[in-house]
């Protein structure tokens, strides 16, 4: 019989199953609060509205809407994200989801041994994508990305979320983004700017994005986004905004993963977003998240123990835990799953560091349920320390 492990391709070994997909397994166990994946609440799916658009796009655009496509994405799709960005709509490409837009920039943009520049923590799936390539990956600070020259010199590549990132949850400032733009722009180093978060803000007010301060379509930025945090993950709608240059490549590398992204979807979501849903759904959504993000610092600040410390995120979906050095998050998780609580150790999100954190999302669970988990997380993580300030008491009297 064929030994499949024998067959594979040599880059098959950067390729690993990424973790919180393995823990979204168990996301669906009876009693279980899941602070795992980054999954949006399913109770505000809008139904009935994509039910409206789903019989609107078969109406409207008949066989069009099942037929196959062009690898740009559909016109009128392209126009909406064109205008809504202020570029031209030769400058967008529909890709199927943000990660889609990433894998294919990774192909297009990435040699082996390249320095490519990322937040520490950063998006795991991205890693996980890209690593196939091979490059060298350096942590940047986000508060040094202007100064911390040292480590961006070298880079031909810098990946970052500015807005309440995964999994940190953080914004970077005007200051921060005004840096990065000029930096890239002098230094031609190529920023790719992901942005999902970007529409679910809680508080304050939103901050200019580097592809706009970097010139847009004529800088160094390119700019990620997508309708899964804002319509429905399942859609896998997402897109690119680019120079005109790189969007031809990118064409070529997605006809070759998929030829096009669906084309029913992409005309649910044009026609969801021509409808004027987002201005009255996303406001909804931010109503929501904003309770159970407050739910959820609050259960912090109630039950953590006080050495526990946790990112304060002015929207998005997560937050990252860091506990004292000595205890690991991938064995608080462990423990955690065995009392019906989800949760991601923030190991594998870290190119240095990070073996003592979790990552938390708010979005999923009500706030009753968020008070539950953190209840029982927190006396987990009590336990961790109480077994551990034995262990060093016992050591030490040795
Ligand atoms: N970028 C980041 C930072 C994300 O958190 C995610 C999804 N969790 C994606 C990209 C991928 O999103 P999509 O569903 O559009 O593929």
Request: glycine fraction near 10%; charge should be negative; proline fraction near 5%.
């Amino acid at each position: 019989m064929i030994d499949w492990n024998e067959q594979f391709a040599a880059a098959t070994q950067n390729m690993r199953r990424n973790t919180v997909r393995e823990f979204l397994k168990y996301a669906g166990r009876a009693g279980m609060i899941s602070f795992g994946g980054g999954l949006p609440a399913a109770e505000l799916f809008p139904m009935d509205e994509f039910q409206n658009a789903s019989e609107a796009v078969l109406r409207k655009y008949g066989s069009r809407a099942l037929q196959y496509g062009e690898t740009e994405g559909v016109p009128e799709l392209r126009e909406n994200v064109a205008q809504r960005h202020g570029v031209g709509i030769e400058n967008v490409l529909i890709t199927s989801g943000a990660q889609q837009a990433l894998d294919l920039l990774g192909r297009v943009l990435i040699d082996r041994g390249d320095v490519v520049a990322v937040e520490n923590p950063t998006y795991l799936a991205l890693l996980s994508s890209w690593r196939v390539h091979e490059p060298e990956f350096t942590a940047v600070e986000p508060e040094d990305i202007g100064g911390d020259k040292g480590a961006l010199k070298r880079a031909e590549l810098f990946y970052l979320v500015p807005n309440f990132q995964n999994p940190k949850g953080t914004t970077l400032t005007l200051e921060t983004r005004e840096k990065v733009a000029e930096f890239a722009s002098t230094e031609e180093m190529a920023v790719i700017e992901d942005d999902p978060y970007g529409a679910l803000r809680y508080e304050r007010e939103a901050l200019p994005s580097i592809f706009e301060l970097a010139g847009k379509c004529g800088g160094p930025v390119v700019s990620v986004g997508t309708f899964s945090k804002i319509l429905a993950p399942g859609l896998r709608v997402g897109w690119v905004i680019a120079n005109k240059a790189l969007i031809e490549k990118l064409v070529q590398a997605k006809q070759s993963a998929d030829l096009h992204t669906s084309t029913l979807n992409q005309y649910l979501a044009c026609e969801l977003a021509m409808s004027g849903l987002l201005t009255t759904h996303v406001p909804k959504l931010c109503l929501e998240y904003g309770r159970r993000r407050a739910a959820m610092l609050a259960a912090l600040e109630e039950f953590m123990p006080g050495e526990v410390t946790w990112s304060r995120p002015a929207g998005g979906m997560f937050l990252l835990v860091r506990m004292p050095e000595v205890i690991s998050g991938a064995e608080v998780a462990r423990e955690a799953l065995e009392e019906n609580v989800l949760v991601v150790p923030g190991d594998d999100f870290h190119i240095v560091g990070g073996r003592n954190t979790l990552r938390l999302n708010f979005s999923n669970c009500a706030p009753d349920s968020i008070r539950r988990g953190i209840q029982t997380l927190g006396k987990i993580v009590g336990r961790f320390l109480n077994e551990e300030s034995k262990y060093r008491v016992s050591f030490s009297s040795v």
